[in-house]
DNA sequence: ATGCGGACCTGTTAGC
DNA sequence: TGCTAACAGGTCCGCA
């Protein structure tokens, strides 16, 4: 579910309410995520202080004195600051209580997050370590994604969603960000221009930016740290919206299977 | 090396 | 109205 501008905005969301915070308990309900919860976490974590809370691709990177929670949220999951007391729903496996008396809660109904812990710099972890740059900052150019893409047959949608050559980038902000660079998203990445590239990064950063502004998108169940929805979905023009017209000509737009995943586009505006 | 399909798991929705 | 199948925001892994 949540992808870079989701999982932004639970950072955002959470930073201020739990930085400084000292974590006081772990308590798993159901550790069977997509890899179980290491139960040395909960000897680990109590006594910790939470300094900041970073974000890497869609990784929440919670930096203590001594090593890096990482936190993924996967296809379903959500984290909202609560307090301990409140009673847990079915899909809250678990809680990160706070000194405060609040806890960060993840839910996650389908399992596919993930809580690990790491000592070493985040950046070096088995995960994080083959990570393409990050969509906002400069390492990701138009001159880069050429590069990357010279001889290469993939669909252009499918470069986006590779997290080693761009970070963070999911199948909904890869399909808004190719309808505003008007390129088709079945088109092999090796034959788009560098011209065409530079429209395709300014769009993929300005989707994602008005993604954050606008909380996020909330399709079914995302919800931010505070448990409101994001806004972005208004503002969708191609993703989830087969046979209504497109927001530029008016023309009916299409979805196709790529792959295993649903493209959406505007056959008159994308090439 | 590249790229594709399968796997993980469960809730919601479309279709018969 | 009820059952079943398809589909969903991610991404690692193994195979061709």
Same mark, same amino acid.
């Given at each position: 579910?949540?992808?870079?501008? /989701?999982?932004?905005?639970?950072?955002?969301?959470?930073?201020?309410?739990?930085?400084?915070?000292?974590?006081?308990?772990?308590?798993?309900?159901?550790?069977?995520?997509?890899?179980?919860?290491?139960?040395?976490?909960?000897? /680990?974590?109590?006594?910790?202080?939470? &300094?900041?809370?970073?974000?890497?691709?869609?990784?929440?990177?919670?930096?203590?004195?001594?090593?890096?929670?990482?936190? &993924?949220?996967?296809?379903?999951?959500?984290?909202?600051?609560?307090?301990?007391?409140?009673?847990?729903?079915?899909?809250?496996?678990?809680?990160?209580?706070? =000194?405060?008396?609040?806890?960060?809660?993840?839910?996650?109904?389908?399992?596919?997050?993930?809580?690990?812990?790491?000592? /070493?710099?985040?950046?070096?972890?088995?995960?994080?370590?083959?990570?393409?740059? /990050?969509?906002?900052?400069?390492?990701?150019? =138009?001159?880069?994604?050429?590069?990357?893409?010279?001889?290469?047959?993939?669909?252009?949608?499918?470069?986006?969603?590779?997290?080693?050559?761009?970070?963070?980038?999911?199948?909904?902000?890869?399909?808004?960000?190719?309808?505003?660079?008007?390129?088709?998203? =079945?088109?092999?990445?090796?034959?788009?221009?560098?011209?065409?590239?530079?429209?395709?990064?300014?769009?993929?950063?300005?989707?994602?930016?008005?993604?954050?502004?606008?909380?996020?998108?909330?399709?079914?169940?995302?919800?931010?740290?505070?448990?409101?929805?994001?806004?972005?979905?208004?503002?969708?023009?191609?993703?989830?919206?087969?046979?209504?017209?497109?927001? =530029?000509?008016?023309?009916?737009?299409?979805?196709?299977?790529?792959?295993?995943?649903?493209?959406?586009?505007?056959?008159?505006?994308?090439?």
């Amino acid at each position: 579910m949540p992808e870079l501008p /989701e999982v932004e905005t639970t950072r955002r969301g959470i930073a201020e309410r739990v930085a400084g915070q000292i974590i006081t308990r772990l308590v798993v309900r159901d550790g069977r995520l997509r890899w179980p919860v290491a139960p040395e976490l909960k000897d /680990e974590l109590p006594g910790k202080t939470i &300094h900041a809370v970073n974000r890497r691709a869609k990784y929440l990177l919670f930096e203590t004195e001594s090593g890096n929670l990482i936190v &993924h949220l996967g296809m379903s999951g959500s984290l909202r600051v609560v307090p301990a007391a409140q009673s847990p729903g079915k899909f809250d496996h678990v809680d990160i209580v706070l =000194a405060s008396g609040e806890c960060l809660r993840l839910r996650d109904p389908r399992r596919f997050g993930a809580i690990l812990w790491t000592t /070493e710099a985040p950046g070096r972890h088995m995960l994080l370590s083959n990570l393409g740059p /990050e969509p906002l900052q400069s390492e990701f150019s =138009a001159e880069y994604l050429y590069g990357m893409t010279r001889g290469r047959r993939r669909a252009i949608r499918d470069v986006l969603l590779d997290g080693h050559i761009v970070a963070g980038i999911g199948n909904i902000y890869a399909n808004e960000a190719l309808f505003g660079a008007g390129i088709h998203p =079945a088109r092999p990445a090796g034959r788009i221009s560098r011209a065409r590239y530079v429209l395709l990064v300014r769009s993929v950063r300005a989707t994602l930016k008005r993604a954050i502004r606008a909380g996020g998108t909330t399709l079914r169940d995302f919800q931010g740290s505070d448990g409101s929805p994001g806004y972005f979905q208004l503002r969708l023009k191609v993703y989830g919206r087969d046979r209504k017209p497109c927001p =530029a000509c008016s023309r009916a737009v299409r979805v196709q299977r790529l792959g295993s995943r649903s493209a959406f586009y505007c056959p008159g505006c994308q090439r």
